[in-house]
């Protein structure tokens, strides 16, 4: 059964950082990209980052670029994002999800597997 559990969330105020994490279970862990996503209240749940299976490559939101880090451990099973100058816009639940596809190296994730989510709230 496939487990992805998001930690690390919490309360922050403007410029500062958080570190959230996501531990993966029931898959292989090492052979599937990952993605970070996000949904503030009243909206869309939005794309934030990915990371290939590797870790080679990553790709990020353009509101996010430079100031957010996607990384994995495949040893661990665990995805980290790493949020830096956060911003109040920045405020939502993240989620960390999984394309379950062994080794994909396309562009367009399909990601089957979510987790609870965990809440970022950015207070000015």
């Known amino acids: 059964q496939v487990q992805l559990v998001e930690s690390g969330g919490g309360l922050v105020q403007a410029g500062g950082s958080l570190r959230l994490s996501c531990a993966a279970s029931?898959?292989?862990?090492?052979?599937?990209?990952m993605g970070w996503f996000r949904q503030a209240p009243g909206k869309e749940r939005e794309f934030v980052t990915r990371?290939?299976?590797?870790?080679?490559?990553?790709y990020y939101a353009d509101s996010v670029k430079g100031r957010f880090a996607i990384t994995r451990d495949n040893a661990k099973n665990m995805v980290f994002l790493q949020m830096n100058n956060l911003k109040p816009e920045d405020t939502a639940v993240y989620y960390c999800?999984?394309?379950?596809?062994?080794?994909?190296?396309?562009?367009?994730?399909?990601?089957?597997?979510w987790g609870q989510g965990t809440q970022v709230t950015v207070s000015s």
């Open positions: 029931g898959l292989t862990f090492s052979t599937i990209n």
């Open positions: 999800a999984a394309d379950s596809r062994p080794y994909y190296s396309g562009s367009y994730d399909r990601y089957d597997c």
């Open positions: 990371i290939t299976w590797s870790g080679g490559r990553t």
